[in-house]
């Protein structure tokens, strides 16, 4: 009889420390997955490379709007997610830069293939030094804001061979805190194709148009 009070005791000694050991276990959704590595979403929108077109094109209709226009100023969205799933997740942040070496590139490649194409004037789009995502989050947005209305004003040198010319800008993101950048995809280079047919798919509160008023078809 003691000696199987003795074995009833082991047992329900190991027991008690096996639900302490599972206990102090980190449940799964409290560990931390991936790779904390900040990107430019955007930068993977074609699937191709990191061009950023405005409007999407002939497949806008079926994506979320990635521009909104109103009052003259086309306000393009840009971000960043930092990769990974980190259960305490820290406040970080990113500046902001205009990339002149793949703006100059990109603007040649265009010309290369027979499409005009130039610099957006730098009086003539606004866009915020830096970024600062919450902790807690892992995503964050700014706007590249494009005045199309001022732009207007100067349509003779936007018109090549009865073409408007492509606007081009790259934009990309440095300086990270508390986590690094990605190897890839840290910079978009945003394409405003004012030929596009699909201005109708920026914005579904406006209409193509209020584009158009402003760059009539050629």
Known sequence: MILIFKRYKLLFAFTLLAIMLISCEESDSAKDYGFPKIYMPQATLTGMDNSYPVPNGPLGEYTT????????????????????????????????????????????????????????????????????????KNTGTFYLSVNLKELANSRASLVDDDKWKMLVLAVKITNPTNYELSDANTSVVVIIDLNSEHWDNVDEDASESEVRTLFPNL
């Open 65 to 136: 709007y990635n521009c909104f226009y109103k009052d003259g100023i086309l306000n393009i969205v840009l971000g960043v997610v930092r990769a990974g799933s980190i259960a305490d997740a820290k406040e970080f942040s990113v500046n902001v830069e205009i990339s002149q070496d793949e703006t100059d590139l990109k603007i040649f490649q265009l010309e290369e293939s027979g499409k005009s194409a130039l610099q957006i004037p730098s009086d003539l789009y606004q866009l915020p030094a830096n970024l600062v995502v919450d902790a807690g």
